[in-house]
């Protein structure tokens, strides 16, 4: 500045001067006679040891600190500043005049923090760190004004872009780094212990405030939670608390529950304490939900917390807290009439839209608690399923209690419930005379009206205008309770004519073949209803028949396999249909003659040729178990398909694609690669030989049920290994030789296994035992060894026909060309006696000899008169007759002569005259 003055102007100094000068401010005023108070300056003055005992010029050093920083803090200044905080704190217990300067620089620091350059924010990252957490610091140890200051300072610096500084080469910190320095500070974690130890209301509400601002983000959440902040924040919904405050704490443990770790969350809180509070508060806002709307929001927030806990930690002690038990009973309100309830008269619930929502996350509370034994058992006793059940009623027969289109919501909500429940509840189910309630709503459904659904819930896609919403979670809640295992069930089901109603469902409301998601799930439930009706029980089948079911299904064999992969559904309904037949036809052996009368195992066979690798199982596993029936094997011999042309073929074809998937070794044309074990794979080779326990299987025996050669094997032993056709290729005769050894050689690889594992465990058999296993693998061995040889003989009777096949083709190349070398020589000939006179004479007279010399000689009687034949002076060779055939020279023997005159002028033309 002046001459003489050593002090060195501070980059506050600096930026001041300047604001000044774009305020109108003297420039005078810019250059005061002593320097201008810095973050250092005030530090140095506090640690000196000459003044660090003055705390009258400490509080006029910080009041002037914070009167030249009141537009921010320089990202350089922040380690000083960390210590200025730092000395303040263990001043403020001996000195209580800290206080007033401490809160004005915590409230600067709410301000964006100035940048000279835009590496700074990376440079200085670790500065604003360690500020945010000597902030935190001092929360611990100030008192409630600090308190207070330092937590609205926070939530500003999170939330409050900032405006623009006054000198155009300083920048603020932008928003987004702010908030990524407060979660990498954990912060959030400091604010939440303080905030379960301060007593202060004011403090604990400003607290509150900030932890609810910061819980918006998932690494702030799991700061709060690892001091147990979830714990902290249920238990503070206990205190005297106003509707306000109470709603902000909601807010937060929803926060914390939601974006924070979820298992660590429920667990906190997963105790009988915060559970009876969260019972309390929830019986609570239920009695006073008449007061205001914004009651019952509320109270629909902490019944979706419940959910949340109830989701994520499933030892949530709700049943032990009696909470569950208030649960059910609101959940089935008034749906179930309760006497001796006190606290059900002042609920009642209305048509507006937190009440209807609140029914909503109830039927899905209880969807949550489906998996807890104990809480089934609850809702056993609360007769949840009833309630449930007044809701499977037809829709035009519903009361006022809510609007059309809000009991359609909730109609097809508390049966996407009882898809879960009422399997587990079978007792309750029985109860509710659950079949004819169903069975009475899909009449309705399949009757045609004036009722079109609204379509408007997730559950209500597609049936916008029609009845197929609850047509299709009608067929999903009588799935579910015909494949939960109860007999029972199913019999009540075919007792009250549910096998005729599904029949027709699938020949007239279902049977459109529009490629539609929802229509093709409808598809597959019914048919999987009907597999699971008829399964094991001889009368069903017969009356599946007898009611057109096969003629119902056949249809589906009938899909076009490029279907199967477009994503809607087909595979599904194809392996439904498979699955239909192998329950309700398969062992009855009226239901198998209509099957063969419809075609179906040719259909069967056409899609075992050209289905998935995935479904190849299931579709062979039909047409094996109906071999049995000596009829079908007749219509399986008959079988040709596009590609294949017997079922031989495909048999040897699926043999190989099995055996590639699998590596087994082959050789050359599918020969067998090695004799001791022809069958095994890469991966049991791989595998080994282990000791295995008793009661579990080996990998040999394992590989029975594992792929298709045991079927196949089977397939082929019923048809006879020696009626296979002439035509058969020579290397599907070598594949079979294989498949009629399989028997055998899987026996052999299990007695191979057992020495193995007798080996490995030290275990040696007795005498005869081991001469009879060793006799075993060489028979195997031996047998092997045939079955190569008879592949090596059938490949050399397939060389000696192709050499055979090669040499008549040959005799037909030289025939050919023998032929054409004796068609020149002719023409030759004829061109010689056509163009010489005298060699067409000779000709004759060759002729006419070799016909003399054929002739018998024979004398003509006395009396009678001889007529010859021959014409005389007849100079042709041909014989003649009453018609003349000219035969032209061939192209192909003229075309070289006449190649030199094709240059030549064209001659004129003739005229003809008569």
Avoid at 63 to 89: H, I, Y
Avoid at 863 to 889: C, D, K, M, Q, Y
């Amino acid at each position: 500045c002046f001459p003489g003055n050593k002090q060195k102007i501070t980059s506050n100094s600096i930026w001041l001067s300047r604001a000044h000068e774009t305020t109108g401010v003297m420039a005078m005023a810019t250059l005061p006679d002593k320097p201008m108070m810095t973050v250092q300056r005030v530090v140095g003055l506090m640690t000196h040891r000459h003044s660090e005992g003055m705390i009258e010029r400490h509080l006029k050093a910080l009041k002037a600190l914070v009167k030249n920083s009141r537009q921010g803090f320089l990202l350089s200044d922040l380690v000083e500043l960390s210590k200025l905080f730092t000395l303040c704190c263990e001043r403020l217990s001996t000195s209580p005049e800290y206080e007033q300067p401490v809160c004005r620089l915590v409230k600067l620091c709410s301000l964006p923090f100035l940048m000279q350059r835009a590496s700074d924010e990376n440079t200085y990252a670790p500065s604003v760190i360690e500020l945010l957490s000597t902030l935190g610091k001092l929360l611990e140890v100030g008192t409630s004004p600090i308190q207070i200051q330092v937590a609205e300072s926070i939530s500003i610096f999170f939330t409050d872009p900032g405006g623009q500084p006054l000198l155009e080469d300083l920048q603020l910190t932008k928003l987004s780094y702010n908030a990524a320095i407060v979660e990498r500070s954990a912060v959030a974690g400091k604010l939440m212990q303080v905030y379960g130890i301060v007593e202060d209301a004011s403090v604990k509400n400003t607290l509150l405030n900030t932890l609810h601002i910061l819980s918006s983000t998932i690494t702030n959440c799991n700061h709060m939670l690892t001091v147990g902040g979830a714990r902290l924040v249920c238990e503070s919904l206990a205190n005297d608390i106003t509707h306000k405050e109470l709603t902000v704490t909601v807010e937060l443990l929803w926060n914390l529950l939601e974006n924070g770790s979820k298992i660590q969350a429920s667990s906190q809180v997963s105790n009988l304490k915060c559970m009876r509070i969260l019972r309390s508060v929830f019986s609570n806002l239920m009695v006073r939900a008449y007061a205001s709307v914004q009651v019952r929001q509320l109270r629909n927030d902490v019944l979706v917390i419940c959910n949340l806990i109830a989701a994520n930690c499933l030892d949530a002690p709700f049943v032990e807290s009696e909470f569950l038990m208030d649960l059910c009973i609101f959940a089935t309100h008034p749906e179930v009439s309760r006497t001796g309830k006190d606290i059900l008269r002042t609920v009642k619930l209305t048509q507006e839209h937190e009440d209807f929502e609140l029914k909503r996350l109830f039927i899905c509370l209880l969807v949550t608690f489906s998996n807890d034994p104990a809480a089934l058992r609850v809702m056993s006793e609360c007769m949840v399923l009833l309630g449930l059940f007044s809701y499977v009623i037809p829709n035009d027969k519903a009361g006022p209690e809510w609007t059309a289109a809000q009991f359609e919501e909730l109609q097809l909500l508390a049966l996407s419930c009882l898809c879960n429940l009422a399997p587990l509840r079978i007792e309750d189910y029985t109860v509710c005379q659950g079949n004819t309630r169903l069975l009475i709503l899909l009449e309705w459904c399949i009757r045609h009206g004036d009722f079109g659904g609204h379509g408007n819930s997730f559950h209500g896609k597609g049936g916008r205008g029609n009845r197929m919403a609850q047509l299709r979670y009608v067929l999903r809640l009588i799935l579910n309770m015909c494949t939960s295992g109860n007999d029972i069930i199913r019999q009540d089901f075919t007792d009250q004519g549910a096998t005729s109603l599904f029949i027709g469902l699938l020949t007239s409301q279902l049977r459109h073949d529009k490629d539609d998601a929802i229509l093709i799930e409808m598809k597959t439930d019914t048919v999987i209803i009907l597999s699971s009706l008829c399964e094991h029980d001889l009368h069903r089948k017969e009356l599946f028949c007898s009611t057109g079911g096969i003629q119902a299904i056949v249809p589906f064999l009938r899909m076009d396999t490029r279907k199967l992969s477009c994503g809607l559904g087909h595979h599904r309904l194809l392996l439904a249909a498979v699955d239909c037949i192998w329950c309700a036809i398969v062992g009855s052996s009226l239901a198998e003659e209509i099957l063969l009368e419809n075609e179906g195992i040719f259909l069967l066979l056409d899609l075992l040729e050209c289905c998935p690798d995935n479904m190849k199982n299931q579709v062979l596993g039909v047409i094996t178990d109906m071999s049995e029936n000596p009829k079908t094997i007749q219509h399986i011999l008959q079988w040709q398909g596009k590609k294949c042309t017997s079922p031989w073929s495909l048999i040897a074809k699926l043999w190989k694609e099995e055996e590639e998937d699998m590596q087994v070794p082959r050789e050359y044309m599918n020969t067998l690669a090695e004799t001791q074990l022809p069958l095994m794979g890469a991966q049991q080779t791989s595998e080994g030989t282990t000791p295995q326990l008793a009661s579990q299987p080996s990998p040999a025996v394992n590989d029975v049920s594992d792929n298709l050669r045991a079927k196949l094997y089977v397939m082929c032993n019923r048809l006879g290994f020696h009626a296979y056709p002439g035509d058969l290729s020579n290397e599907d005769k070598i594949t079979l030789c294989i498949v009629e050894k399989y028997l055998d050689f899987k026996e052999g690889e299990v007695w191979y296994e057992v020495a193995g594992e007798l080996a490995q465990e030290g275990m040696r058999p007795i005498t005869p035992d081991q001469e009879c296993i060793q006799e075993i693998l060489q028979t195997t061995e031996r047998k092997a060894e045939e079955v190569l040889k008879k592949q090596h003989e059938l490949i050399d009777q397939q060389q000696e026909m192709d050499l055979l096949e090669e040499q008549e083709y040959y005799t037909q190349i030289q025939e050919y060309h023998q032929s054409e070398e004796q068609a020149r020589i002719k023409f030759e000939q004829l061109l010689i006696r056509t163009s010489n006179y005298q060699a067409l004479k000779t000709a004759k007279e060759e002729q006419e000899t070799a016909i003399e010399s054929t002739r018998t000689s024979s004398m003509v009687r006395i009396g009678e008169r001889f007529h010859s034949t021959t014409i005389p002076s007849l100079n042709t060779t041909a014989f003649s007759g009453r018609h003349l055939t000219v035969e032209t020279t061939p192209m192909k023997l003229t075309d070289k002569y006449l190649d030199k005159y094709k240059q030549c002028k064209q001659p004129p033309e003739l005229e003809v005259t008569n």
